[in-house]
């Protein structure tokens, strides 16, 4: 690619960017007038970082983490041990994200080296059961609110530490503003009413 076609491109290239959450799509760049070729001599020049399979970035490796996620997963809801520490349940942040998505996603989407993620398949109809919006970076994003991350919690509580398990338990006794009406709708919804009267009614 000569020198006047980069340069004249560029500018659409750091719009979408910018528009994007930092990370796009090879078919978001194409209407540019880039080819695939034409995208991996921008990627051989340093121009242009390969994130994944289809997707790329401008200076990936500066990017914080929370700007990757969003840039991924813009549809993602965080959930579990990820949502416990943005809630300030738990003091140490996981080094997986965790986060709830469409069990009707493409798998695919997930398959990258950095950062660690770890995906919750969840059916499309309780998806967005209790969802909140928190500021993520510099973008917002999708997040549990305290009792349906609760309810989530008890679930697959397999998943978890067993001291992080009981922190975010006594966290959410705790507090002073818990809805415990919300909370038993939830877990009817996610079927572990019985662990919630079991762990958590008992100090109520």
Request: net charge positive; aromatic share 12%.
């Amino acid at each position: 690619m000569n020198s006047a076609k980069k340069e004249q491109i560029l500018p659409g290239i750091e719009r979408l960017m910018e528009e994007n959450g930092g990370i796009v799509k090879a078919s978001q760049l194409y209407p540019l007038g880039l080819s695939y070729r034409g995208i991996q001599e921008l990627v051989a020049d340093g121009t242009l970082d390969h994130v994944k399979s289809g997707y790329y970035s401008m200076n990936y490796k500066e990017k914080s983490e929370e700007e990757i996620i969003y840039g991924l997963f813009p549809d993602a809801i965080l959930t579990m041990d990820t949502a416990l520490y943005y809630y300030s349940y738990i003091s140490q942040r996981p080094f997986a994200w965790s986060f709830a998505v469409s069990k009707n996603t493409s798998k695919s989407r997930f398959k990258i080296e950095y950062p660690l993620i770890h995906p919750y398949y969840t059916e499309p109809e309780v998806l967005k059961l209790g969802v909140n919006k928190i500021k993520f970076g510099q973008k917002i994003i999708h997040i549990y609110d305290k009792e349906r991350l609760i309810c989530e919690c008890l679930k697959y509580e397999d998943r978890l530490e067993h001291d992080t398990m009981k922190a975010a338990l006594m966290k959410y006794i705790k507090e002073p503003k818990k809805d415990i009406a919300k909370l038993m709708m939830y877990a009817r919804e996610r079927k572990v009413v019985l662990k919630v009267q079991n762990r958590i009614g008992v100090w109520l």
